[in-house]
């Protein structure tokens, strides 16, 4: 039996979609993440939040094949990915939409990329506008939506890359407070309609304990210094998505974020 057969029955038995095992990251001679271990679940949204510099985009980096890890492997449904790009979808922190091009064209990016013919990658893109609040956009450019909406398209892009596991580096953090508490509750209800496991790295602890099934926190355990970093703790957040706009506001929320600050350090 080969390794990634192991991992195949490993991962099946416990729901792991993905699964990152003891990943050792490095920018030159500075080790970034040391022995970086976890999984996401079939349908879960699990949150990433560590310390400016603790190295959550170059761990993100790694887990969507952009760069080849120094140690460790990464499973997608038990098949070894590591070092391979396209498997899981990516949005990049500054996912800008060019200026230039309309919405369609832009969120029909992926499949131009991938070689699908014009007609037909306009025609799939056109199908899922609808099911992300864009109808009427297709025609626009970038400039004439507000900024939910073109995080919108961004994430309609994203989507269109076609995995099943998406990974958002701060999708949010550019939208005002209000926007953004929107755009997370109607980020929750399309991650349940269209079965998308995901990851998202956010700064905002109020954000990941709104948002996740679980927060893993990235930081270091050496006394004073900022890397590397590993995964320090984790916290699950056990309430149902569609019960969220009240459960961030108990005292049960405030004791889950009160975890993650300690984990922060
Ligand atoms: N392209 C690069 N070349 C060299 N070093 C890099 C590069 N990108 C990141 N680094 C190093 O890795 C460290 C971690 O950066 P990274 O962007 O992964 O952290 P982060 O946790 O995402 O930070 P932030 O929350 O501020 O976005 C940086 O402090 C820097 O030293």
């Known amino acids: 039996m080969t390794e990634s057969h192991t991992h195949k029955s490993w991962d099946q038995a416990s729901q792991a979609r993905l699964r990152v095992s003891r990943l050792v990251l490095s920018w030159g001679e ?12 079939a349908g879960e949204l699990v949150c990433l939040v560590g310390r400016s510099g603790s190295g959550k985009t170059t761990l993100f980096h790694a887990v969507a094949g952009l760069t080849v890890p120094d140690g460790g492997s990464i499973f997608l449904d038990g098949r ?10 990516y949005m990049l922190q500054k996912d800008l939409l060019l200026p230039q091009h309309t ?14 013919p014009r007609k037909r990658a306009f025609a799939t893109a056109r199908e899922s506008f609808a ?15 507000s900024g939910g ?10 989507y269109l890359m076609d995995n ?14 209000l926007t953004r508490k929107d755009l997370q509750a109607w980020f929750l209800a399309m991650l349940t309609e269209l079965d998308l496991s995901a990851m998202l790295v956010t700064h905002d602890v109020d954000e990941a304990v709104a948002m996740a099934d679980r ?10 210094a900022a890397r590397p970093s590993t995964i320090v703790g984790e916290v699950e957040v056990a309430c149902p998505r569609s019960d969220r706009a009240d459960f961030v506001l108990s005292s049960e929320a405030l004791a889950l974020k009160r975890q993650v ?4 350090g």
């Open 261 to 264: 600050i300690a984990l922060l």
């Open 103 to 116: 919405i369609l064209e832009n969120v029909a990016m992926p499949l131009l990329i991938a070689k699908v």
């Open 149 to 158: 909406m073109r995080q919108r398209a961004a994430l309609l892009r994203t």
């Open 215 to 224: 927060v893993l926190v990235l930081g270091s355990q050496t006394p004073g």
């Open 80 to 89: 070894d990915i590591t070092g391979r790009a396209g498997e899981v979808s």
């Open 30 to 41: 500075e080790a970034i993440c040391q022995d970086v271990s976890f999984s996401v679940n």
């Open 164 to 177: 099943n596991v998406v990974l958002l580096d701060e999708p949010f953090s550019a939208l005002d407070a």
């Open 131 to 145: 099911t992300f609040g864009l109808e009427g956009t297709e025609g626009l450019y970038p400039s004439q939506l």
